[in-house]
């Protein structure tokens, strides 16, 4: 079983849709938790950080369960400009900070 | 402006030859990371620092090297004996606690000629 999986998709909505994506992590132990976005050909850029009590920013809200060991990635009124890989990366170490990614999830969104 | 900044963007590696990427970065970070990143896969962690003058091998260290004898620089090498080094490279930093994310350089594009 990988550390960290995700549905590759891709995901294909139009402008507008609202649209999740999972991610579930095998390491109970993870720490920290994040959803980083990438462009084709570009380097992964940070879009948030996941807190145990779930946290939103603008359209984008992200939830852990702990229990279930898996990660959630919401974003409601989708753009065109939302159409990239969204990675989910899991702090897997204590001591010293470990991420293991995930391989994406492809999201292309349609006018 | 603050940032990481890695050099060249495309680099091509002929046979024997080692080469070094560059990853410098003006954020005061004290942790540094390498990863490559191949089509279909995640980043994997070839190399990272928490120190100036500490390292420590990732995942995939085989084939690279790497020097931190300044805070702001974290230079790799590829050399002669990684045999499948194209990829795109990525170098990462990250500043206080373990639970805070990392941020990522451009990249470099390294191919075999």
């Known amino acids: 079983r990988k550390e960290v999986e995700q549905d590759p998709g891709p995901f294909n909505v139009p402008e507008g849709a609202t649209v999740a994506f999972n991610c579930t992590y095998s390491n109970s132990a993870s720490q920290s938790f994040f959803w980083y976005r990438q462009d084709c050909r570009k380097e992964p850029k940070l879009l948030m950080s996941?807190?145990?009590s779930g946290n939103e920013d603008g359209r984008f809200t992200a939830q852990l369960n702990r229990a279930s060991q898996y990660i959630s990635l919401l974003i409601r009124d989708s753009k065109l400009s939302d159409s990239a890989t969204y990675l989910c990366v899991v702090n897997t170490s204590t001591g010293f900070q470990k991420l293991v990614f995930g391989t994406g999830t492809r999201l292309l969104v349609s006018p | 402006d603050g940032g990481i900044t890695q050099s060249p963007k495309y680099l091509f590696r002929k046979e024997g030859q080692n080469v070094t990427l560059s990853c410098e970065q003006n954020?005061?970070?004290?942790?540094m990371y390498w990863y490559r990143q191949d089509p279909g896969q995640g980043l994997r962690l070839i190399y990272y620092s928490q120190i100036v003058n500490d390292f420590q091998k990732g995942d995939i260290a085989e084939g690279y090297s790497v020097s931190r004898e300044k805070k702001e620089s974290f230079p790799l090498t590829v050399t002669s004996a990684q045999k499948n080094p194209t990829a795109f490279y990525l170098c990462?930093?990250?500043?206080?606690?373990?639970?805070?994310?990392?941020?990522f350089g451009d990249g470099t594009r390294l191919s075999i000629l």
């Open positions: 996941v807190y145990s």
């Open positions: 990462a930093s990250r500043f206080g606690q373990e639970s805070q994310p990392q941020h």
């Open positions: 954020l005061n970070h004290d942790a």
